[in-house]
């Protein structure tokens, strides 16, 4: 079957199943369930009318459990048992408890991803921050604003694999006796005479070459939810500091700053999230080699590669406890706001 068309009629048939589903159960309820007739047709309507918001949410649970809930409880028990093959063939999970995570923890590559992840913690999130500030700073200050923000904020619509592969040309070195194809490289060796360096093999600065990446799709995200924060800063606020003197620079950093301090902390906050999960820039551009693994991309190697998913379930854990608190936060924060 040809993709578009098979597109086509999954688009169908999913409308149409959730019209039928709505339909159908809607009928059950008020004709066979609570019929509104009889002596208890008030009683009846008042108990379709509670059952009825349940009845409408239960795709989506059902689908939140089938997709969210589910492979929680199969990744934590997988994670505490050991996936042993039978000579016969057959496949037995036997409890180990906590052997994995010991596993997990005496394997140097482990360490090695989680110390990359906090470097990424630290560095991605402020610096996609701090320029996506400054540019909704700047853009709104410029005639042509609204051209450099469609071009700041172009990124976010490539992939991370991707952005992956157009870095990894752009990092590209070819042998010193060849033309360069690599931007990076060309200036190099344009500029110094020397020869050309394998950029995302150099221990420690690779991890900052894969992360420049990241900071460059996640500026445009990071510019438009501040830039519309500061758009809606009290225009009295600004004027007021303006009459007592104060400089473009301190009515920046203590006027504005301050009142679009939960906007900062939002963003900063789920671009965090983003980073805990890194995955496909890492695998597209060194697939971990070179000192450049990270906890997802582990992951992935303990599962697919190596075949050992108690390990490669607890690892996953790993990054579910590191994501938890961090989603729960904003969550909370966000219903904070919405009071």
Known sequence: MHPAFAGLVT??????????????SNQFLDRVLFPARGPNAGRNINRANMVRPWLFLFPALFALSLYLAYPVVET???SLTERITQ?????????????????????PKFWEALYNNMWWLIV??????????????LTDRIRWGNIAKSLIFMPMAISFVGAGVIWKLIYDARPANAEQIGVVNAIYTALSGNDPVQLLTVPFWNNFFLMIVLIWIQTGFAMVILSAALRGIPEETIEAA??????PFQIFFKIKVPQIMGTIVVVWTTITLVVLKIFDIVFAMTNGQWGTQVLANYMFNQLFVARDWGVGSASAMVIML?????????VRNARREMR
């Open 11 to 24: 688009i169908v048939i999913g409308v149409g199943g959730c019209l039928a589903y709505f339909w159908l």
């Open 76 to 78: 934590i028990r997988l």
């Open 87 to 107: 000579p016969d063939g057959t496949t037995v999970y036997q409890f180990v408890g906590l052997d994995n995570y010991a596993q997990m923890a005496a394997d």
């Open 124 to 137: 991605v999130p402020a610096l996609s921050t701090a320029f996506g500030l400054l540019a909704a700073q």
């Open 242 to 247: 303006i009459v007592d003197g104060a400089n």
């Open 322 to 330: 590191l994501v938890m608190p961090i989603l729960v936060w904003n």
